[in-house]
């Protein structure tokens, strides 16, 4: 992309390199990589809020405990309007999806730090778990009459089987567009942001244009970062709710 | 010789793909614009359908980052 004789050397796709941290340069199955990392920092974030928010069950809650509250009832009543008040038993799965995708997004943004939801590998991982746990559950609630999820009863009847074919189509797409949505949308801002750091450097006098430029990109990348953590935990909700409800 | 027009023809039409994020960006704008006018004719029942605009935002961005994904196949992957 870049050439070598002087111009643009931007490599905005660099920063998604996985490597190995403890030397080394083969990543295998259980090689400690700066994916394994910043997944791990993802990790201990949420515990941080949710412990040290819980810890001082404070009638009159302090900030840290606010928050904390805050997130688990706006996931709480997520749940229970979008899936229907029988879902509230799938809420910690909900709540645990929703805060490891959020901290990993969200951590990803400090500067030098690595994105783990900017990788298919890890998103397809969160959407299969999503889609077979939801799959499964609709057999074993309803039986064969999860079937009917994809019979339009509404239509008519010559449209069905046309209808149902979509409806199939749609059903298994869900997984694809679930992950790379989000990994999608992690990668190409962070490249992008990378691209406009790359101007600066390039620009030389002028390089307070780019920067401005990029301090504006970098809060709609917050907004992206907290948005997409929402919508990949709404569409759990929704698929959630198929699940449940499989009848139009 | 052949190596390089493989790789123009895998640059053109990761440029190609591109043309998808307009029918994304029609898309959400479609969205968020209806979900605003009926907001402003009924305020009050604007915050109850939030949830429906981040869903139909998120379909209809589907598409455009599946053009994104056929572009960056193009530039690595072929």
Request: proline share 4%; glycine share 10%; hydrophobic share 60%.
């Amino acid at each position: 992309m870049a050439d070598a004789n002087g111009g643009l050397n931007i490599r905005p796709m660099d920063q998604f390199e996985v490597r190995p941290l403890f030397g080394g340069d083969t990543v295998g199955m259980f090689t400690i990589t700066n994916v394994t990392l910043w997944m791990a920092l993802a990790v201990v974030s949420v515990v941080l809020l949710m412990v040290v928010g819980s810890r001082g069950r404070a009638l009159v809650p302090t900030r840290s405990q606010s928050v904390a509250e805050l997130t688990y009832s706006f996931i709480y009543k997520m749940v229970e309007d979008v899936s229907g008040k029988d879902a509230v038993r799938f809420f910690p799965y909900v709540m645990t999806i929703f805060l490891f995708v959020f901290f990993s997004n969200v951590l990803g943004l400090i500067p030098f730090a690595f994105t783990p939801t900017s990788h298919i590998a890890v998103t397809a991982v969160l959407a299969l778990a999503v889609f077979i746990t939801v799959t499964v559950l609709g057999f074993v609630l309803h039986g064969t009459s999860f079937l009917k999820l994809f019979w339009v009863d509404s239509a008519p009847l010559a449209l069905r089987p046309v209808l149902a074919l979509i409806e199939l189509i749609s059903y298994f797409v869900r997984p694809v567009s679930h992950s790379i949505r989000l990994a999608g949308a992690m990668m190409a801002g962070h490249a992008v942001a990378k691209v406009f750091a790359g101007f600066a450097a390039a620009l030389g006098a002028a390089f307070f244009i780019p920067i401005l430029a990029v301090t504006a990109l970098y809060a709609l990348e917050l907004l992206v970062a907290v948005i997409q953590a929402y919508v990949f935990t709404i569409l759990t909700c929704v698929y959630l709710k198929d699940a449940l409800h499989p009848h139009h | 010789m052949e190596g390089d027009l493989v790789q123009m023809g895998a640059y053109i039409g990761a440029g190609l793909a591109c043309i998808g994020m307009g029918g994304a960006g029609i898309g959400v704008g479609h969205v968020a614009g209806n979900y605003l006018s009926g907001a402003l004719r009924n305020p009050s029942a604007a915050p109850g359908q939030t949830a429906f605009l981040f869903i139909g935002i998120a379909f209809a961005e589907a598409l455009g980052i599946f053009s994104f994904l056929v572009a960056l196949l193009l530039m690595f992957a072929v």
